[in-house]
């Protein structure tokens, strides 16, 4: 192994760097300028984010522990897109009073957990997949308690860190059938050797029971809601756009490398979370008047659209899975971002409080429309395409009533989106929220959501650029 | 740039332009403006295509634009018009004008308003130029949207129930409709080859029967929600009543219609054997909202209900024409289609007028409403006369083209289903004329009635569009007679061959 060989894993150290960087810099700066650390670190992500698509060279480090293809890279991309416009939301957050002398480290804790998804993403063995994993949770829980004068988010902490040991064991449980089964932690020689025997179909479920905790798959989904409830928004933001986003690429493509041989058996078990999945997280968004949960049962919702596309298992269906979660990032974060304005403004998170919004925050209303309509899967914005092609790649494995239920339940969905928009536009209100400017770093996350949501669309570039790259069962 | 776009390209340009708008009176100008020009440009695309017809083009769509989209899905934004799509895009820019300054008076939140407005025809231009099934459901989805947010905000009554009941019934009826296209599309090439969407190509293949029977359903029941098939009518009584001026207008005059036009150009086009097969099951319910929506005519009371009743009959009529599959028939169902728009636009735009003035939709409140306003009082009756199918007028044509068309099967039961539908001419003629009688004759009751003003300059203009529009089709229907005809040849060729 030689230095070049040592640029294959760009991201990563990229991000260690900047990581440290921060640290350092938040040792050296006085305690009243903290806030610059602000503008520091976000400027460092923001050059780690354009490195980033420079074009890098693929393939294995450390004997195949660690693999990287333009697939990967694109993931990663995708999920820093994603982390530059939260920590552009954060920006109001971070400034206030409370959190003046721990800024530095909700950037720490952010960065690490990055940098464990993106050794997730390009795991090549189950051993890696676990280490990124760990470090993607574990200062995850800090982040959710990051507001710890605040009794909801300690809980929310609490709460994550453990049902995240408990998601933990199943995995390695999991893993460790898989290596006493196959006596290898390797994708590739896992997948020589996996058939359907009954404790090999044990572990994978194991497994993948682990992964559903982490992209809170029904009936797995129990801690969602409290702990996006409890989190800061902009910590809820990331656990369910970026976290999420993570664990499913990495499910995916583990589902379709190393169990493709035993996909007679993921198929049905994907059918039933899948169709649960949808139907649990619709029915409880509906009953929700905090948006925080509101939004949480919405993404559960999501997480089922997107085993659609994985039940599809074919290069369509993969390439509509990354697409849509892609879509997903921006539609979701478009929600979260005119949430945590608001909230930061006034503390207000509940629908009710949103009547009337548009009289006085039209520009706000406006763009929390067009995310939700994204979410619900209503042209023009990108949420349509990207439901469209999730649906076309189960249409097309023959999947009909699947699909049938999922456009029901995108319906259902759209029931609820619209009462958001409803509060908004129709709704009277004697005293709505008052006018405010939004700040300038949130008013640039929110254009950048809004120009995503047309962009990604319309622009047919970019869901071909990801087919070419994707591969299938 | 192709001339069908444009269709497209004017209304969004209108849109951008309200927005840079900075009061009221310049957003309605540029709504006016914008959609005076669609007009103009929807006259013209009319004459153009009967150009080239004339010049001997034969080929089944003109004015074809073809750009790849997504080439790995093999989506195209695709667009052509065959005469009948013409005629409906000639339809909808006459009803969108006439929406425009039937709505002049909006002062609340005017900008917004004329921007959902506009956005909804967008979506209704768009569906009626694709030919590919990917664009045209994408802009049934734009058609449908605004809708919810016209009818909550600006509606009247229970509105925010009405609009959510609307929106949902429609949303689920595009879920179902989404299923039967994706149907479509992956058994698009049972030979092998690349799937597609575009419906030429499709109509070209032949769709394993299994897939007819599972997808025909689907596709028909998702179109036949948008056009009031029973019992999926239930939305639309509730959304027209509530619903604004304009957007009745646009609704029952043109939305509707995407219901009657997708029911052929996709159902059965499409999936020509099981239509063949099942049209029994959907015939008998055709024929239930007929004669269903024309009793339920007869008990309202309100003006708006019963003219969303009389719209489920009248569009009932029209998936009921398409059902009988031969050309007489379908030649009927687009001109009732047409001709139905036009004067279902009108009722409404009168009643919003009316209702404008008296403050009331409540027929035993009002009467002797021709003495103070007698341009609103002609121009109702003339509403009502067309509606009832009065020779002369546009529905007449349409109508007795549909029975002929439906008398020429020969079996027991469409003979029966005729009859039972014919019944609904004179059950409409009963509603009609109990209305007019009330509304504009006799006594006025009200004494505040009598000194309300007749129609403003803006409000003549929209009735008088219409009343033309109407009048037209009804002295020289052989005109659009012809253009309708010759497009249906391709549609008619490919069910003769599956029919004994």
Not at chain 1, 203 to 214: D, E, R, T, V, Y
Not at chain 1, 258 to 266: D, K, Q, R
Not at chain 2, 426 to 438: N, Q
Not at chain 2, 474 to 488: D, E, F, K, R, V
Request: aromatic share 14%.
């Amino acid at each position: 192994m030689n230095l070049e060989n040592f640029f294959l894993m760009r991201h990563e150290l990229v991000l260690t760097i900047i990581t440290l960087m921060v640290l350092i810099a938040d040792l050296s700066i006085h305690e009243d300028k903290k806030y610059k650390i602000i503008a520091l670190a976000t400027t460092l992500f923001a050059i780690n984010l354009i490195i980033g698509f420079f074009p890098s060279l693929t393939g294995n480090l450390f004997g195949n522990m660690y693999k990287t293809s333009d697939l990967q890279l694109t993931m990663k991309n995708i999920l820093n897109l994603g982390v530059i416009v939260i920590l552009l939301q954060s920006v109001t957050w971070l400034k206030t009073d409370e959190n003046k002398l721990k800024i530095s480290e909700f950037y720490l804790l952010v960065f690490s957990t990055l940098i464990g998804m993106q050794f997730m993403i390009s795991a090549g063995s189950f051993l890696m997949l676990y280490l990124g994993l760990e470090l993607a949770t574990i200062p995850m829980a800090a982040l959710a308690a990051y507001d710890r004068f605040r009794h909801n988010s300690a809980e929310a902490g609490i709460k994550l860190i453990l049902s995240a040991a408990m998601s933990s064991a199943v995995l390695i449980l999991g893993i460790s059938f898989i290596y006493g089964t196959t006596g290898s932690t390797y994708f590739d020689t896992v997948a020589m050797h996996y058939s359907n025997t009954p404790l090999q179909t044990l572990a994978f479920i194991l497994f993948f029971s682990g992964m559903a905790f982490k992209i809170s798959l029904v009936p797995f989904h129990l801690w969602t809601a409290d702990v996006y409830e409890g989190s800061p928004v902009n910590v809820t933001s990331y656990l369910s756009v970026i976290s999420k986003g993570a664990s499913a690429f990495i499910l995916v493509i583990v589902l379709f490398t190393v169990f493709n041989s035993i996909a007679m058996i993921w198929k049905p078990l994907m059918y039933i979370i899948s169709v649960l999945t949808m139907t649990v997280g619709n029915l409880f968004a509906i009953r929700q008047q905090n948006l925080k949960r509101f939004l949480a049962f919405s993404s559960i919702a999501q997480a089922g659209f997107i085993l659609l596309g994985i039940i599809g298992a074919s290069e369509i269906g993969m390439t509509s899975v990354v697409y849509f979660i892609f879509v997903y990032i921006f539609s979701n974060l478009g929600a979260f971002g005119v949430v945590s304005v608001i909230y930061y403004k006034t503390q207000k998170e509940c629908i009710d409080d949103y009547d009337g919004l548009y009289h006085t925050n039209p520009k706000l209303s406006l763009v929390m429309m067009l995310a939700l309509f994204s979410l619900a899967g209503i042209p023009p914005v990108a949420g349509y395409f990207g439901k469209f092609f999730l649906f076309t790649a189960a249409a097309s494995a023959g999947y009909y009533w699947l699909v049938f239920i999922a456009v029901l339940n995108a319906t259902i969905s759209l029931y609820y989106y619209l009462l958001v928009v409803k509060a908004m536009f129709i709704n009277k209100n004697d005293q709505p929220i008052a006018y405010f400017k939004t700040d300038v770093p949130a008013k640039i996350a929110l254009i950048i959501c809004v120009i995503g949501l047309f962009v990604i669309g319309f622009y047919s570039t970019i869901y071909q650029y990801i087919q070419s790259i994707s591969f299938g069962l | 740039m192709d001339i069908l776009s444009f269709l497209v390209i004017i209304p969004v340009l209108t849109v951008l332009g309200i927005i840079i708008a900075k009061d009221p009176k310049h957003t309605r100008i540029i709504s006016a403006i914008g959609m005076g020009l669609q007009l103009i440009l929807a006259a013209y695309l009319v004459f153009a295509y009967l150009g080239e017809r004339n010049a001997g083009n034969i080929a089944e769509m003109l004015f074809r634009q073809d750009y790849m989209w997504y080439a790995n899905l093999n989506i195209h934004y695709s667009v052509g018009v065959d005469g009948i799509s013409v005629a409906m895009i000639a339809l909808t820019a006459v009803v969108v004008f006439a929406g425009i300054f039937a709505s002049w008076k909006v002062d609340f939140l005017p900008k917004e308003f004329f921007i959902s407005l506009i956005l909804l025809s967008t979506g209704v231009f768009g569906f009626f130029i694709s030919l590919d099934l990917f664009t045209m459901f994408l802009f049934y989805e734009i058609a449908v949207i605004p809708m919810y947010l016209l009818i909550g905000i600006w509606g009247s009554g229970p509105k925010e129930y009405a609009a959510m009941k609307l929106t949902l019934m429609l949303m689920g009826g595009s879920a179902l409709l989404l299923v039967g296209i994706l149907g479509i599309y992956t058994n698009s090439a049972p030979d092998g080859g690349a799937l597609t969407f575009n419906i030429l190509e499709i109509a070209k293949v032949h769709i394993p029967i299994e897939a007819q029977r599972l997808f025909f359903p689907m596709t028909f029941i998702g179109f036949g929600i948008l056009g009031a098939l029973f019992p999926f009518h239930t939305w639309s009584p509730d959304g027209h009543a509530s619903a604004p001026t304009a957007v009745s207008m646009l609704h029952a005059g043109v939305l509707m219609k995407l219901g009657g036009y997708g029911a052929f150009r996709v159902a059965i086009f499409l999936l020509p054997d099981a239509a063949q097969e099942l049209s029994w099951i959907f015939i008998i319910l055709t024929s239930i909202s007929v004669v269903y929506g024309a009793f339920g005519a007869i008990v309202q009371k309100d003006l708006k209900y019963i003219n969303a009743y009389s719209s489920v009959s009248h569009c009932g009529l029209v998936l009921f024409a398409v059902l009988m599959m031969n050309k007489t028939a379908m030649d009927g169902a687009i001109l009732q289609m047409i001709s139905h728009g036009l004067m279902t636009a009108l009722f409404f735009a009168l009643i919003g007028m009316i209702y404008g003035r008296t403050h009331t939709r409540m027929i035993n409140e009002m009467g002797g409403l021709m003495k103070v306003m007698p341009f609103l009082g002609v121009a109702y009756v003339i509403a009502g006369l067309a509606s009832l199918g009065l020779p002369g007028l546009s529905g007449f044509v349409a109508e007795m083209t549909i029975f002929f068309g439906a008398f020429q099967h020969t079996d027991v039961f469409h003979r029966v289903v005729t009859i039972v539908a014919v019944s609904s001419i004179v059950i409409t003629a009963v509603y009609i004329l109990r209305v007019v009688g009330a509304l504009l004759f006799g006594p006025i009751k009200n004494p505040h009635f009598e000194h309300l003003e007749d129609a403003k300059w803006f409000e003549k203009l929209s009735t008088v569009t219409l009343i033309l529009a109407i009048a037209a089709i009804g002295i020289a229907p052989l005109w659009l007679s012809n253009m309708i005809g010759t497009s249906l040849q391709p549609i008619i060729d490919k069910l003769s061959m599956i029919i004994p």
